[in-house]
């Protein structure tokens, strides 16, 4: 199915980004938003007018888009459904049990709607975090229940392929219980590690690497936000959380048994890194192919400008793809660390390259 006119309801980081991914081929793009500002920026981001319901120019829209908060969806699609705004109509929550189901109360019509939620984000929220790329390559859940017409789900797969994502049909209560372990549970985690920071001494954050900040970058997005979503999916989360929570007791009371002596207590903390690592290895690669382990080169560049383009184009020279980078400072030295993540087959080849240019490699 075409579509050439989509509405995005709620101009934040999620509907901006699907309103400049839906522009960049060609959609044409309604935005509203209940913060005036928000539609504002959106649209001097390019991500497409505002939307003027009940004049011609609000006429014809194939599908609604909403990205607001997961408490407002229901009350939202119902709004624009009493109007007849579009044709056909998705969310983009990351809870889709409940929204559902406040739905259904409220009487909405089931067959013109099909929930779906983007498994990609960013810690940051608002139309000026927007990325038109954000999407490329991500899993985007849809649910369609059993009232939804067949059109409307193809709408939804078409939106979905229109932002480059991969689309996966689940239903609602098991993307629900999914999110839960890949997203949810996770994110508290990353909060409790973070919530740890608040207290922590000049010294000890002088020592933060990049172990720390990968394990609370999320622990940075907007709580309010957070909180509707947890509330959205609070049983299922818990589950893991309790799960989450009896690994980390254990593995506090085996290294209180180390640091009194006994030895044995080793035992159980191997088991749980190695638990981890299988755990680990089992997420999958880019574009959601299989689980791919990047071999990475370590490189030590100079904290001047251009070194990095210079690090690219060796790599460039000797055509390695490189998958993925990250930046470690050494706090208070003019050095840092590029680590690229490149095929396993390449490293050598980049490794043997750099060091014939003058790159020290550790
Ligand atoms: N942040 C993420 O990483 C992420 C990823 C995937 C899905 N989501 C989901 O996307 C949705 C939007 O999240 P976001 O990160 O873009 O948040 P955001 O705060 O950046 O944007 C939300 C926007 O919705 C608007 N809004 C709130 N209530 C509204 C209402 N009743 N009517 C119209 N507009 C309203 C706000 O003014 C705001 O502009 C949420 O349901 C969230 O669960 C978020
Ligand atoms: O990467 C981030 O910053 C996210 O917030 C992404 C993330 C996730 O957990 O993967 C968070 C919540 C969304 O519902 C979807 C994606």
Redesign the pocket.
């Known amino acids: 199915m075409d579509l050439r006119t989509v509405l995005v309801?709620?101009?934040?980081?999620?509907?901006t980004s699907t309103a400049l991914a839906l522009r960049k081929r060609g959609v044409r793009v309604l935005l509203?938003?209940?913060?005036e500002g928000?539609v504002r920026l959106a649209r001097e981001l390019g991500a497409g007018e505002e939307w003027r319901p009940g004049t011609p120019q609000a006429e014809g829209v194939d599908l609604a888009v909403i990205?607001?908060?997961?408490a407002?969806?229901a009350?939202?699609l119902h709004e624009l459904q009493r109007i007849g705004a579009a044709r056909f109509y998705t969310?983009?929550?990351?809870?889709k049990g409940e929204p559902i189901h406040r739905a259904r109360q409220l009487g909405c019509d089931l067959a013109s709607y099909v929930a779906s939620?983007?498994?990609?984000?960013?810690e940051k929220?608002?139309?000026g975090?927007a990325r038109e790329d954000l999407f490329l390559g991500r899993p985007w859940a849809l649910c369609p229940t059993e009232e939804a017409d067949p059109e409307a789900k193809a709408a939804v797969l078409r939106l979905i392929e229109l932002c480059g994502a991969n689309a996966v049909e689940v239903s609602a209560i098991d993307h629900d219980r999914a999110v839960a372990v890949v997203s949810h549970a996770p994110h508290v985690a990353a909060s409790a590690v973070a919530a740890r920071l608040a207290d922590a001494t000049d010294v000890a954050l002088g020592l933060a690497g990049q172990g720390i900040r990968d394990v609370t970058r999320i622990a940075g997005?907007?709580p309010g936000?957070w909180l509707?979503?947890l509330s959205g999916n609070a049983g299922p989360v818990a589950e893991v959380l309790e799960a989450v929570a009896n690994d980390l007791a254990d593995a506090a009371s085996a290294l209180r048994a180390l640091a009194e002596g006994d030895g044995t207590a080793t035992d159980e903390i191997t088991q749980l890194l190695k638990r981890g690592v299988a755990g680990h290895d089992r997420i999958p690669g880019k574009h959601g192919g299989p689980a791919s382990a990047y071999a990475v080169v370590q490189v030590v560049i100079g904290d001047r400008p251009g070194q990095l383009a210079r690090l690219f184009q060796v790599c460039d020279e000797v055509g390695v793809n490189v998958e993925d980078v990250r930046l470690e400072h050494a706090p208070g030295l003019p050095l840092g660390i590029a680590e690229l993540s490149v095929e396993p087959g390449a490293a050598a080849t980049l490794t043997e390259a750099l060091h014939e240019r003058g790159w020290q490699v550790p």
């Open positions: 309801v709620g101009t934040g980081l999620i509907g509203a938003d209940r913060d928000a990205a607001v908060p997961p407002a969806v009350t939202e969310d983009v929550a990351s809870v939620h983007p498994l990609a984000g960013r929220s608002g139309p975090a997005s907007d936000l509707g979503i």
